[in-house]
């Protein structure tokens, strides 16, 4: 257990530096802390432990709650959803029209999924 809790407290910390440097954009730096929690994401899916990342849908960072959105979508879609309507509304610059492409291109993949 303390090593997921280590694994979401490195996801917390790199989406909270790419919310704080968003408009900097430092690309190495950037870059690295993005991967950082797809990385993080993808080992507690492949654990079945994607869960402890659902409180951070109410976390109170930006880049942090879209985070979690984006890697928790397939699964808690309505509660996901909310989180990326509430970034494109706040109208950051970058971060809400990456949400709003975001979402757009899962509703696409979703409709062609059920065609």
Do not use: C, G
Not at 29 to 39: A, F, P, Q, S
Not at 69 to 77: F, G, H, P, R, W
């Amino acid at each position: 257990m303390e090593d997921i809790e280590k694994l979401v407290q490195s996801y917390i910390e790199s989406a909270t530096y790419v919310n704080d440097n968003y408009m900097d954009r430092k690309v190495k730096i950037h870059n690295y802390h993005e991967r950082n929690t797809t990385k993080i994401a993808d080992l507690l899916a492949f654990a079945k432990r994607s869960d402890v990342l659902y409180p951070l849908l109410k976390h109170p960072v930006n880049y942090v709650r879209l985070s979690a959105a984006i890697d928790l979508l397939s699964i808690y879609e309505k509660e996901a959803k909310e989180v990326y309507y509430e970034i494109i509304e706040k109208n950051i610059p970058l971060m809400s029209s990456s949400a709003k492409l975001s979402l757009e291109l899962w509703e696409e993949k979703k409709s062609k999924d059920i065609e």
